[in-house]
C-alpha cells in the first residue's frame, strides 16, 4: 500500500541534507519540485501551488506541492493539493492555474495518462481538469472531470498548461499546444460556468518558436496585452549561448471580437541559466506578480544527492519599461527580509572586494561607468566563480558561470545599478532597476568574496544585508 505523500515527505525531510536548501525562496520539503501552478490571492493570503513529486528527488508522477503566505515573505507549507490516480490523471497532474468563483478556490489542471506504458515516455494523452476548495488547502476533484477530454483535431498530444481568467462574464482558457507538424502554438476555449467549454481557436501560432509551447500566461500589463510562453526545443541558431529551454514574451494587440493576438518580437523574460515555467497573477494592490522554476532542464540537479530538486524565484512586479520590453523588480516586501548592513569594503591590489559568511544576503550595488569593460565576480572558497560582465563597447551585459556564458543586450549611459539576491544555491540580479534580469543555481562552499572592478567604490555605493531565514 503507497505511503501518504504527506508523511512521506515529512518523514524524508528530516532526512535531507541542507547544505544548499534555500531560506527564503520557496522550495519542497523533500522531493522534486519544478513548475509555480496556480498563484493566486484568496481569502487575504498568497497562494503558490507547485509540481511535486514528493516520493524522489527526481522528475515522476506529478502532484501538486502548495504553501501560502500573507505578506509574500513568509511561506507556510500546506498539505498537498493534487495527488494523481484517476484514470483521467494516473500518471500526473500537470500544471495548470488558479481562479477564484463564488467564494470558492478552482484549480485548474492537466491530467497526463500514458497510452502505452511509462518505458514509452511520448506516448501519452492529456486532458483538463478542475479542482475546488472552500478553505483553500482542501481540494475536492470535480466529478465531472475531464471538463475538456481532449484536444481539438488539429492538434497534436501536446496539450496542457491552462491558464484561466474571467472577463465581464466570460470565462477564458488557454492552453500551451502543438500542431502535428510540430510546431508550437496556444489556443483559446471559453466558458460561461468554468465546467463546461468551448473551443474557440488559435490565439497565437508565431513560427518558428520551437515545437510546443509549455506554461502560457496571458494578461492585460500597462495598457498592452502580454502572452509568455515556455517554447521547447529552440534552436541556438543567433545566439550559440542561448538556453534551448526558455520563457519569453511577445506584446501585442488584442482582437477580442476575432479571439486573436497580433503580436511583436518574442523576448526571453530573464537572461540566466535557470529560469523555467513562469506564472503570474494580480493581487489585491492590482500588481502584476510573476513567480518562476529556478531550474532550467538542462542544468545538472546538485542537490538531488541531498533528498531535494528545485526552487523558485522571488516573487516579481512587472511593469512596461520604457524601452517597451518587460521590467522586474522584486515585490517591495522583500526589503522585509533584511537583518542588518554587513558591508566590509577591503582594497586588494586593483580592486575592492566584499567578504561575505553568509549565503543569505542582498547587494546594493551603484557604479560609475568608466572604461570599455568592468565586472563583479563573486567566488568562494573551492571552483565557483561567477562573473557579471559589462562590455561598454558594445552595449552587453553577460553573466558567466563556469564559462556558461549568458548575454543580452544592455546600454548604460553613467552609473551601473545593481541588486544581487543570494540564497545558498541561487543568484538573482536585477540591473538598472529591473532592466534586465539573471536568474541562476549556484553551489557554493564556504565564504563568499565579492571583488568590484571599480576603484571609486565606498561603503555608500556598495550595501550588504543579512537577510532572514523564514524558510525551513
Not at 492585460?220 to 541558431?237: E, I, R
Not at 543567433?238 to 479571439?259: C, L, P, V, W
Amino acid at each position: 500500500m503507497k505511503q501518504d505523500p504527506n508523511q512521506f515527505v515529512e518523514q524524508e525531510a528530516n532526512k535531507i541534507e541542507r547544505r544548499f536548501k534555500p531560506h527564503y525562496h520557496i522550495s519542497a520539503e523533500s522531493g522534486w519540485l519544478n513548475d509555480p501552478n496556480g498563484l493566486v490571492y484568496f481569502k487575504g493570503e498568497y497562494h503558490v501551488f507547485f509540481q511535486h513529486h514528493p516520493y524522489s528527488a527526481k522528475w515522476g508522477p506529478m502532484h501538486w506541492g502548495h504553501v501560502k503566505s500573507k505578506d509574500l515573505v513568509h511561506w507556510e507549507r500546506c498539505p498537498i493539493a493534487l495527488e494523481p490516480g484517476n484514470d483521467y490523471d494516473k500518471n500526473g497532474c500537470f500544471s495548470g492555474s488558479a481562479i477564484v468563483h463564488e467564494d470558492k478556490l478552482y484549480l485548474i489542471y492537466t491530467g497526463h495518462v500514458y497510452t502505452i506504458g511509462e518505458n514509452e515516455p511520448d506516448i501519452f494523452t492529456e486532458n483538463q481538469n478542475i479542482a475546488i476548495s472552500s478553505d483553500g488547502v482542501h481540494f475536492e476533484k470535480y466529478q465531472g472531470n475531464p471538463v475538456i477530454a481532449a484536444p481539438p483535431s488539429d492538434s497534436a498530444h501536446h496539450f496542457r498548461d491552462p491558464k484561466v481568467w474571467k472577463e465581464d462574464d466570460t470565462f477564458y482558457m488557454i492552453l500551451g499546444n502543438a500542431t502535428p507538424d510540430e510546431h508550437g502554438r496556444v489556443i483559446l476555449y471559453q466558458s460561461d460556468n468554468l465546467l463546461d467549454w468551448e473551443y474557440v481557436g488559435v490565439l497565437n501560432d508565431t513560427k518558428p518558436l520551437g515545437f510546443m509551447w509549455e506554461c502560457p500566461d496571458f494578461f492585460p500589463l500597462d495598457d498592452q496585452y502580454v502572452l509568455s510562453f515556455s517554447p521547447m526545443g529552440l534552436k541556438q541558431s543567433g545566439d550559440r549561448f542561448a538556453n534551448i529551454f526558455q520563457t519569453g514574451y511577445m506584446i501585442g494587440s488584442y482582437d477580442k471580437d476575432e479571439h486573436h493576438l497580433q503580436a511583436g518580437q518574442f523576448y526571453e523574460m530573464d537572461h540566466g541559466h535557470d529560469f523555467y515555467a513562469l506564472q503570474t497573477f494580480e493581487d489585491d494592490k492590482h500588481r502584476r506578480i510573476a513567480v518562476a522554476w529556478l531550474d532550467m532542464w538542462e542544468t545538472p540537479f546538485y542537490e538531488e544527492a541531498d533528498g531535494w530538486s528545485g526552487m523558485l524565484t522571488l516573487p516579481r512586479e512587472l511593469s512596461i519599461g520604457p524601452d517597451g520590453k518587460i521590467w522586474q523588480s522584486p515585490v517591495a516586501e522583500l526589503e522585509n527580509l533584511r537583518l542588518e548592513e554587513i558591508t566590509h569594503i577591503q582594497e586588494h591590489l586593483n580592486s575592492k572586494e566584499v567578504s561575505l559568511d553568509t549565503h543569505q544576503a542582498e547587494v546594493l550595488l551603484k557604479m560609475g561607468k568608466t572604461g570599455n569593460h568592468q565586472s563583479i565576480k563573486i567566488t568562494d572558497q573551492e571552483d565557483l566563480e561567477l562573473s557579471l560582465d559589462f562590455d561598454h563597447n558594445n552595449n552587453k551585459v553577460a553573466l558567466i558561470r563556469n564559462g556558461q556564458v549568458r548575454r543580452t543586450n544592455l546600454e548604460i549611459e553613467d552609473t551601473i545599478e545593481v541588486r544581487v539576491f543570494l540564497d545558498s544555491s541561487s543568484v538573482e540580479i536585477f540591473l538598472q532597476g529591473g532592466q534586465v534580469t539573471f536568474s541562476s543555481r549556484i553551489f557554493p562552499v564556504g565564504n563568499l568574496k565579492l571583488t568590484f572592478e571599480n576603484r571609486e567604490l565606498t561603503d555608500t555605493d556598495c550595501v550588504v544585508y543579512q537577510l532572514d531565514q523564514v524558510i525551513h
